[in-house]
């Protein structure tokens, strides 16, 4: 009877020590879980000493940690991102969506010579006008036309293919690959601890949805918000489309006209409307994100702060030190966390990609 009780005692200790064993490795597992603190990410292509790294890491340890008094939920945990110039090179030597309409204007052989005065106009005068590019509503109404009647599908092939061509600034890139490496970083680990990340642009929220599907940038197509320009069904005509019923036989169409520019506090506008929440973190480059940040980081029921890139590295990549230091000055003015490309990052594209 003893020998019996003996072996019925190793089997429970067994049991337990499986059942420890089993809730340990769950508990591993399920590390990304936001309720259970802050996830450690890899944030190998930033400095190791880097002040901006470490006040993110601060920040997201304090808000992931249920005992902190900075603790956010994770429904409220939401990051919002400038594209050009936060998450993509934003010079080569224009804006991406400026770069395809320039290629799609003077270069397309299949479209050049269809082009209207307006485009062509635009094309050479932005052509040629330093830095990213002049924003006018010529510009705006260009870009439009220059796309006018083409599918979705149309569009995101054309954009797909426009994508595979070598970026003129650089060795071994793409445009579809010029990506930054340590921002990537960046959204990578919001996400592991339970933030909502959004695109806020003022590119084209179609254009922006097929340069980042398939991309190393793991943003939800719903979780991207940009400019807007018309879409219409093939068979509308001039019927205004609240008075127009779609049909088996229709395709949505470009339409050629502009509708929003998503920009300075259109930015804030499209966040109250589409997301729904006020982030309490913010990304971005330059003066048009300023509306945004400030949004963020002014009367918000949590901790909040904006982070905004400095364009300072010559050598890796076409930065402009006049607009660096202007975004260091802002800064300054706002308490916001500067972002120095130049010395904070250990790469920009890659090893891979050389500036020529």
Request: with cysteine.
């Amino acid at each position: 009877m003893a020998d019996s009780d003996n072996r019925w005692k190793i089997v429970a200790a067994v049991a337990i020590v499986m059942l420890l064993a089993v809730s340990a490795l769950y508990a591993f597992g399920n590390s990304n879980d936001s309720r259970t603190g802050y996830v450690q990410t890899d944030m190998s292509y930033w400095v190791e000493d880097s002040d901006s790294k470490e006040s993110l890491m601060t920040y997201l340890k304090a808000v992931t940690d249920e005992r902190s008094e900075d603790y956010i939920p994770p429904e409220d945990r939401v990051a919002v991102f400038d594209l050009d110039g936060t998450l993509i090179c934003e010079r080569d030597p224009h804006y991406f969506d400026l770069c395809l309409f320039l290629y799609r204007v003077l270069e397309d052989p299949d479209y050049k010579d269809k082009a209207s005065d307006l485009e062509r106009k635009v094309a050479l005068d932005q052509k040629d006008y330093p830095g990213p590019g002049k924003l006018d509503d010529d510009m705006e109404k260009a870009r439009a036309l220059a796309f006018k009647g083409m599918t979705i599908e149309e569009f995101n092939a054309y954009e797909k293919a426009f994508m595979e061509t070598q970026m003129p600034s650089y060795e071994g890139m793409t445009y579809g690959e010029s990506f930054f490496r340590p921002m990537i970083q960046v959204v990578d680990a919001l996400q592991a601890n339970g933030f909502s990340v959004y695109i806020v642009s003022g590119t084209d929220r179609l254009t922006i949805r097929c340069l980042v599907d398939g991309s190393m940038l793991n943003i939800p197509t719903d979780h991207i918000i940009g400019s807007s320009k018309l879409l219409v069904a093939t068979g509308q005509g001039d019927t205004d489309g609240s008075k127009y019923v779609f049909t088996a036989d229709d395709d949505i169409i470009y339409g050629g006209e502009h509708i929003l520019k998503d920009l300075n506090v259109n930015k804030v506008i499209t966040i109250i409307e589409e997301i729904g929440k006020k982030p309490v973190l913010s990304f971005g480059n330059t003066s048009s994100d300023s509306s945004m940040a400030l949004y963020t980081t002014t009367d918000n029921m949590y901790r909040s702060e904006a982070y905004m890139l400095c364009c300072d590295d010559l050598d890796r990549e076409n930065g402009d030190l006049e607009a660096a230091s202007k975004m260091y000055a802002l800064c300054e003015e706002q308490g916001w966390v500067p972002v120095s490309m130049k010395n904070d990052w250990t790469t920009i594209y890659g090893d891979g990609v050389k500036k020529k």
